[in-house]
């Protein structure tokens, strides 16, 4: 089962950034998650994370950060956890 990690904030589409709240667990570089939305659902690899405009390798439950995201997004969207480094 895939668990609800966090979701989108906000989405800039020129730099193809989403913001992400993430809920209760922490968001690593290596994760695997599926977006989830209305319209779209696809599957990425988190292979970077930014706080701040700083590159970091985790993101604390509670916490939000920068992901570079391969699909446009929008806020409401839905992160779900399916696998981990």
């Given at each position: 089962m895939d668990i609800q990690i966090g979701r989108i904030t906000h989405y800039y589409d020129k730099i193809g950034v989403a913001?992400?709240?993430v809920m209760?667990?922490?968001?690593?570089v290596g994760d695997t998650v599926k977006i989830s939305g209305h319209d779209s659902e696809f599957t990425q690899d988190i292979t970077s994370l930014q706080v701040e405009h700083a590159k970091v390798p985790e993101?604390?439950?509670g916490d939000s950060c920068g992901l570079k995201v391969d699909q446009p997004v929008k806020e409401g969207d839905r992160i779900f956890l399916i696998g981990h480094s």
């Open positions: 913001v992400v709240s209760n667990q922490p968001l690593k993101v604390a439950a």
